[in-house]
Structure formats: structure tokens, C-alpha cells
């Protein structure tokens, strides 16, 4: 049952466009002491339906660019197969770490992100009240 | 224009093999401000994008057994009661509260992860 609860809370964040895959690996290594490259998996299987469903849809509305899309997907191929080959011969306390880091490193982008909306709000009130 | 979009896509496709995660996170803001495609195209064009690279880097993962098929589908089953949940929620409210909530939770668990 806590699977399914980790799935909705993922599938919430996916929905709101926040990176649901990070939380879903995140919950299942913390919550339920899944090993990371099981949860890695697990996240892999769980974007393969969706994307293919939001594939179909997004292409009925003529809203994906192919000429950008697909040199994108053959290159990321490559980079994906480089990557899981290198992912699947790390040991798992290793790539938990790295996990970890390249968390901190989006944290790190949302915070500058955050604070340039901020400075942005700021300067559009000031501009209103100067009218 | 061609080497832009060949780094941009081997980036992504290294991240998403290594961690079975966030190939998005790099794709939709290099669609949005590097190659400048408005909001809606780049979330699209980047799970297209990313489908491929997600399905090879799957089975390299099978091949080590690492795949658990049961835990992977009851997640799905809770991924999309989630993401319709999600696309409702995005409709009616305004997400700048979840956004800090959710990098304060990154940092928390960034550190936990490192130490």
C-alpha cells in the first residue's frame, strides 16, 4: 500500500511539473529501504507508460517540435546508454551519494530561482507604486 | 545549431541513465532558454525526447536484475491517480508555496543522501 501512496504523491509533483521521478526514488529509498538502483528502475518503468501516453496526446495537438525532439533523442540515446552502463557498476552506497548530490544541486537552481522571481515581483510593485 | 542540440541531448541522456531520473529537469530549461521554444512545447518535446533515452537506459537495469516489476507497477498505479490529482491541482493554485516546500525537502534530503 505505501508503494501506491508514493506513487500519488510522485504523480502529484510529475503533475504540478516539479520532477516527480526525484521524489519517487527519494520516498523509496528513505521510506521503504528500497536499494537505489531498484528505485532508479522502478522510476524508469513508472515514466515508460506515461510518456507514451503523453507522447500520443502531445503529438494529436501539434505540440512537440521534431526537428529539435529527435537529433535530442538520438544524442540523449547515447548519453542514456553511457550513463545506465556506468549507473549499473557503482556500488549502491556510492550512487546514493551521488544521488545526494545532484539533489543539492537542483535545490541550489530552485533557491536562484526563487530568489530572481522575487527580486522580479519586487521591481514590478515598485514600478506600480511609482506610477 | 546541430552541436548545441547534440551536448544538450548527451547531458540529458547521461543524467537520466545515471540516476533513472531528472533528464527533464535539464531538457526543459535547455529547450526554454537555450533554444528558445515557449513553455508548453519544451515540457512536450522533452518527454518525447526523453522516452528513448528512458527505455534503453531500462534495459541495462533489467540486465542486472534490478528492475522490480511489482514495486515498479504499483507505483505506476499511484503515479497516475497522482498526476491526475496534480493537473487538477495546477489549474486552481498557484505553485510558488509547493515550489519552496519542495526545495526545503530537496535540501533536507540532499544532506541526509551525503553524509
Known amino acids: 500500500m505505501l508503494e501506491i501512496g508514493i506513487g500519488i504523491v510522485a504523480g502529484i509533483i510529475s503533475g504540478l511539473g516539479m520532477g516527480g521521478g526525484t521524489i519517487l526514488i527519494l520516498a523509496l529509498i528513505l521510506l521503504m529501504n528500497i536499494e537505489q538502483h531498484v528505485a532508479q528502475a522502478s522510476n524508469l518503468l513508472f515514466f515508460i507508460p506515461t510518456s507514451i501516453v503523453a507522447t500520443v496526446i502531445n503529438a494529436k495537438k501539434k505540440r512537440i517540435d521534431w526537428k529539435v525532439g529527435i537529433p535530442i533523442a538520438l544524442s540523449g540515446t547515447l548519453g542514456a546508454i553511457i550513463g545506465a552502463k556506468f549507473a549499473i557498476q557503482i556500488e549502491s552506497t556510492n550512487l546514493r551519494k551521488y544521488f545526494g548530490i545532484f539533489l543539492g544541486i537542483i535545490a541550489l537552481n530552485e533557491i536562484y530561482n526563487l530568489i530572481k522571481m522575487y527580486i522580479l515581483e519586487q521591481k514590478t510593485n515598485n514600478k506600480n507604486k511609482s506610477k | ?115
Open chain 2, 1 to 115: 545549431m546541430m552541436t548545441k542540440k547534440v551536448i544538450i541531448g548527451i547531458m540529458s541522456g547521461l543524467i537520466s541513465g545515471f540516476f533513472g531520473a531528472g533528464g527533464g529537469m535539464i531538457l526543459v530549461p535547455a529547450y526554454m532558454y537555450i533554444l528558445k521554444m515557449p513553455d508548453k512545447k519544451a515540457r512536450a518535446t522533452s518527454v518525447f525526447s526523453i522516452m528513448p533515452m528512458v527505455l534503453a537506459s531500462t534495459l541495462f537495469y533489467v540486465q542486472k536484475s534490478y528492475l522490480d516489476l511489482q514495486l515498479g507497477i504499483k507505483c505506476i498505479i499511484g503515479g497516475i491517480i497522482g498526476g491526475i490529482i496534480g493537473t487538477k491541482l495546477l489549474e486552481r493554485f498557484s505553485i510558488k508555496t509547493l515550489k519552496i516546500m519542495f526545495t526545503l525537502f530537496l535540501i533536507y534530503a540532499s544532506i541526509k543522501l551525503i553524509i
